[in-house]
């Protein structure tokens, strides 16, 4: 399973499920200490691993479409 960190909620992590668009919650003990919102991460072994080249990726995309917008 992939998705993108939507938002922290006291001892959870919000999760947008990238194959389906639905969102789910998990404790916050399965995630790396240094996740954030915005990144990829994927279930690999009973843990949520950040997907470092997906998270840069998908800010470069972000930031490309908010720079286009900003120069119209």
Do not use: A, Q
Request: charged share 45%; proline share 1%; net charge negative.
């Amino acid at each position: 399973m992939k998705g993108i960190v939507d938002r922290f909620e006291e001892d959870r992590v919000v999760i947008e499920i990238l194959s389906d668009g639905g969102v789910l919650e998990f404790d916050r003990v399965l995630f790396p200490d240094n996740l954030k919102e915005g990144d990829v991460v994927e279930y690999i072994k009973d843990r949520f691993v950040i997907n470092e080249e997906e998270t840069r990726e998908r800010g470069r995309k972000t930031n490309d479409l908010f720079n286009s917008l900003i120069k119209k």
